[in-house]
């Protein structure tokens, strides 16, 4: 990894109010790093309440084509919780198999059909994030990608915004670029 992500996400978690708990010979890896957006995108977002099947249901984060994706998401997020609600974190093989989800991660192997994934959520309450070039263009909400050797993100607003979702302020000043909208 080079030096550059390690300085996102010390700022990330800085800006976020976590500690970052690492050593010089612990650095992260880009999966680890996504882990860590992915887990505090999903602290500062707001669903609404009819996209969990009762009050104290787990916010279930769905990951789509990447099983080390998942495995790392889980190992950021266990035992963690955002607001009252625990983390999970649940395989997603098709668009069939997105229920009771409230975010979506699509990954490299499932990156042809992410525009698929993002039709057969109709417009519903999940938060989706990828790494595929135009993701925004094909309704996804959070895209990373590589600006100036660092990881960064993109959202698109109008996506976000159509799916009842509101993003926190303190995730919309870190985006790099914020489609439909003026940056707040």
């Given at each position: 990894?080079?030096?550059?992500?390690?300085?996102?996400?010390?700022?990330?978690?800085?800006?976020?109010?976590?500690?970052?708990?690492?050593?010089?010979?612990?650095?992260?890896?880009p999966r680890e790093v996504k882990a860590a957006f992915m887990y505090n995108f999903a602290r500062f977002t707001e669903w609404p309440i009819d996209a969990f099947v009762s009050e104290s249901a787990a916010l279930v984060i769905g990951v789509a084509g990447d099983e080390a994706q998942r495995r790392n998401v889980?190992?950021?997020?266990?035992?963690?919780?955002?607001?009252?609600?625990?983390?999970?974190t649940r395989s997603v093989k098709n668009p069939n198999d997105m229920a009771s989800i409230q975010m979506l991660y699509i990954g490299d192997t499932a990156a042809s059909r992410a525009e698929e994934f993002v039709q057969a959520l109709n417009g519903g309450p999940v938060l989706t994030v990828s790494q595929v070039d135009g993701f925004v263009d094909k309704g996804g909400m959070i895209n990373f990608l590589i600006a100036d050797n660092r990881l960064r993100f993109e959202i698109g607003w109008v996506a976000t915004e159509q799916s009842r979702l509101k993003v926190s302020s303190r995730v919309l000043t870190l985006a790099l670029i914020l489609h439909g909208t003026s940056k707040p």
């Open positions: 990894m080079n030096k550059g992500v390690a300085i996102v996400l010390v700022l990330l978690f800085g800006l976020f109010g976590d500690a970052a708990h690492r050593t010089d010979a612990q650095i992260a890896s889980d190992d950021v997020i266990r035992g963690k919780f955002a607001g009252i609600r625990p983390l999970k």
